[in-house]
Structures are given as structure tokens and as C-alpha cells.
């Protein structure tokens, strides 16, 4: 279970599929990112709960072409949702 939802997190990210979104996601997730060191450390704040996960990805996906991130997620105890999401961006320039 754990593995399949990884899977349909990174597949409705990549595709901005937001319905799928919705459904991988739990309702209390976080969100947890650096921005790749274009912002102050005051400035950062997790991003806490479903909706606002939801605008945050897409943003990133409003973005292609941007630089690569690599994703940390945990997982609901019983392994179907996405509880916490850490992004971690490198730059490409």
C-alpha cells in the first residue's frame, strides 16, 4: 500500500492532477521546504493542510522548465496517504 501511494502522489503531482491531489493527500498533510536558498530563513513557514498543499504544488507546476527538487514523504500509519512532504530544490544555474 505504502509504495502505491507513493506512486499516485508523484503521478498526480507531475500531471497537476488535482482530484488524485485530493485523494493522496491527508487533510492535516504538511508541506516542508528549503526553496533552494531564494528566500530568507525568516520567510520559510511549513505549509499545513490539503488545500493549501494543493495551491503550493501548483505553483510548481505554473513552472516547468524550474529547477529539480528531490521529495521526502511520510506516510499515513496505515500507508494511503501522504501525511508530511519535504522538498528539498537544488538549482540548476
Known amino acids: 500500500m505504502r509504495r502505491e501511494a507513493t506512486e499516485r502522489f508523484v503521478r498526480a503531482a507531475v500531471s497537476g492532477d488535482i482530484a488524485e491531489l485530493m485523494e493522496v493527500l491527508a487533510p492535516d498533510v504538511t ?23 494543493l495551491r503550493f504544488f501548483g505553483s510548481y507546476g505554473r513552472k516547468g522548465g524550474e529547477p529539480y ?20 530544490r537544488t538549482r540548476t544555474s
Not at 520567510?43 to 493542510?49: I, M
Open 69 to 88: 527538487a528531490v521529495l521526502v514523504l511520510d506516510l499515513t500509519p496505515d500507508g494511503d496517504r501522504v501525511s508530511d512532504v519535504y522538498v528539498v
Open 31 to 53: 508541506v516542508w521546504t528549503d526553496a533552494g536558498g531564494k528566500r530568507k530563513p525568516a520567510a520559510l513557514h511549513p505549509v499545513h493542510g490539503r488545500d493549501k498543499a
